[in-house]
């Protein structure tokens, strides 16, 4: 499962998962189960509960109903899934992948989506988080996972710069 918390990179990767599955080539998103998570929505406690949450996801354009049944008997009944977070190379990111962790304990930062992110700022592109009004964000100094811990977070760091997914 991916879980990607910006709706227009969401809608991206559907449109790249189902071109690449039309074309046959390769795309990271194929083969995943991608959820929205709109931000903090993803963390709620709720999630893995079919009666508490609205989860919008998209499996490949592929999926039969025994197989979305399947997903939805994995996402709501607790089992261990491979998860991945994708959100914003800030540190409201890193609490989302945070709070994401205590309902999917295995979720890791999802590299393929953060490495551009982070190439970005280490260019010296991206933002201060006044110019994005996101200077009221407070560090995150670990996640759990490891990526986030020793690479994501140390260059926001060093470098008090965002990059926004979009």
Known sequence: MLFIEN???F????????????????????????IY???????????????GSRTFYCLDAVSRAAEVEAFERALYGGMDIATAFWGDLDYAGMS???VLRTSFLGARAWEP????????LEAGEGHTPEEARKSGQKPVSTTGCS???GVL??????????????
């Open 37 to 51: 998570s709109g931000g903090f929505m993803g963390t709620a406690g709720r999630i893995r509960q079919s009666n």
């Open 11 to 34: 809608e991206r990767a559907m449109r790249d998962a189902a071109g690449a599955l039309a074309a046959q080539r390769s795309s990271p998103y194929v083969g995943a189960a991608l």
């Open 113 to 120: 989506g953060y490495a551009p992110l982070l190439a970005r």
């Open 96 to 98: 989302i992948l945070t």
């Open 153 to 166: 977070i140390p260059t926001l760091a060093k470098h008090s710069r965002f990059v926004d997914q979009e």
């Open 147 to 149: 990526y986030a811990d």
């Open 7 to 9: 709706r227009t990179s």
